[in-house]
């Protein structure tokens, strides 16, 4: 992956007539990388990526997109990013091929590039089929894929995606998020969903906002073990299950431990050890030592709904 920065962000702060919608945001997007961009409805997440876009302007801070200003240097900005906004508003009295040709001259393609490029997409958003079609006679899966080749037309360096896959069947949102992996092999992709399985499938990391400031961000895995140390451990073990507890009171690595009965004869045990400690070696010595049998012994994972809930609850529902 390149380490040149493709996107970078500093105290960025957008007023909406007395309500801040976006709070001092800081963050890097480096070339190659396909980060989703998290948060809950009203986070800022949209009017974060319309300033990216260059269709709105913020009340102070700084935004770069490969290296040149959204705000003073906008015009370079637009040639470099494809924008894909949540609400597509495309025509739907023009034909597919129609409206792409329409939006390559826009954006600068002469006719032959443009006609050349339209083929392009059409054959990389799989529209082939329904080229000639009137956008307005599609179903929602096939407009999806004319904003996406829409934001490809002009071959841009930055593909900003909001609520991609929203309102898609299943079929069609693996069909737009391969496309949207495809995308991230050449370049680079910032995506807003709130779906949460596709962005964890599709991104290579994540940031999360709430109230317009960033309260999370890295990679999954790093997530993850911010949520939980790195610490707990889950073993399924057949054992009696008074010895089994006795077991973990006497070991002095394990600060707190939880047992419940598991399918057949097995108890799953919630191991959380003292902080630098990784207890998977010593259980496994120990059900060993002692003759038990062993199902499973793997560290606690955090799915990204769970550390999506955990970071963005409001005070009410900490307190409650």
Not at 308 to 317: A, I, L, R, S, Y
Request: proline share 3%; charged share 25%.
């Amino acid at each position: 992956m390149n380490g040149e920065a493709m996107i970078e962000v500093q105290n960025l702060t957008k007023h909406y007539a007395g309500r801040v919608a976006v709070q001092n945001l800081a963050f890097t997007v480096r070339r190659g990388e396909i980060v989703g961009f998290l948060g809950r409805n009203g986070a800022g997440k949209s009017t974060t990526m319309r300033i990216l876009s260059c269709f709105l302007p913020a009340t102070s801070g700084v935004a770069r997109v490969a290296g040149f200003d959204v705000f003073t240097q906008s015009d370079e900005v637009r040639r470099r990013i494809g924008y894909m906004p949540e609400n597509n508003p495309l025509p739907l009295d023009m034909r597919v091929r129609e409206y792409l040709k329409f939006r390559a001259r826009l954006k600068g393609l002469g006719i032959r590039a443009s006609r050349d490029r339209v083929d392009a997409v059409i054959e990389q958003c799989e529209l082939t089929d329904v080229s000639r079609k009137i956008i307005g006679h599609l179903s929602k899966g096939y407009r999806q894929r004319v904003g996406l080749a829409d934001a490809l037309v002009h071959e841009p360096e930055l593909i900003i995606l909001d609520e991609p896959t929203i309102g898609l069947d299943p079929h069609q949102n693996r069909v737009v998020r391969q496309l949207i992996k495809n995308l991230g092999e050449n370049r680079t992709v910032f995506i807003s969903s709130h779906i949460l399985s596709e962005v964890e499938l599709t991104c290579n990391r994540i940031i999360i906002i709430k109230d317009g400031a960033i309260q999370a961000t890295g990679t999954i895995e790093e997530l993850q073990r911010k949520m939980s140390g790195g610490r707990q451990v889950i073993a399924e073990i057949a054992a009696p299950l008074p010895d089994l507890k006795l077991a973990w009171e006497q070991m002095a690595e394990i600060e707190h431990f939880d047992v419940s009965p598991g399918a057949g004869n097995y108890f799953r045990c919630a191991l959380t050890a003292r902080a630098g400690v990784d207890a998977r070696a010593m259980v496994f010595d120990l059900v060993r030592a002692r003759g038990w049998k062993l199902r499973e012994l793997t560290r606690s994972r955090h799915s990204l709904e769970d550390i999506f809930v955990h970071v963005t609850k409001g005070d009410q529902e900490e307190n409650a």
